[in-house]
């Protein structure tokens, strides 16, 4: 089993910046990809961006490509998402996600696995 536990949420104005932190604990040598969702209230959970854990490999949502950074993970298992030039329509619960198959960055959440909390994120215009 794998345990994710988020961090770093909160309320920010527009063009703002945060950092969430995704802790993974358990067997974390079952993990092949770790990811960022967030879901909008009355949308679809939806792909924010994906890291493969044992080169770095990274993938993003177009809407976030070139504002948002996925790093990690670092020495304590974590895993970070650094989001820049925050805009009212990134609010969201954003939930960290990690997938022990062998295929590459998947958009789709049902490939993953195991899931964090979550952590609500707030912009303001």
């Known amino acids: 089993q794998v345990q994710l536990v988020e961090s770093g949420g909160g309320l920010v104005q527009a063009g703002g910046s945060l950092r969430l932190s995704c802790a993974a604990s358990?067997?974390?040598?079952?993990?092949?990809?770790m990811a960022w969702f967030r879901q909008a209230p009355g949308k679809e959970r939806e792909f924010v961006a994906g890291?493969?854990?044992?080169?770095?490999?990274?993938r993003y949502a177009d809407s976030v490509m070139g504002r948002f950074t996925i790093s990690g993970p670092n020495a304590k298992n974590t895993v970070y998402l650094q989001m820049n030039s925050l805009a009212p329509d990134d609010t969201a619960v954003y939930y960290c996600?990690?997938?022990?198959?062998?295929?590459?960055?998947?958009?789709?959440?049902?490939?993953?696995?195991?899931w964090g909390q979550g952590t609500q994120v707030t912009v303001s215009s």
């Open positions: 996600a990690a997938d022990s198959g062998g295929i590459g960055i998947q958009f789709s959440a049902r490939v993953y696995d195991y």
């Open positions: 890291i493969r854990w044992s080169s770095g490999l990274t």
């Open positions: 358990g067997d974390t040598f079952m993990m092949n990809i």
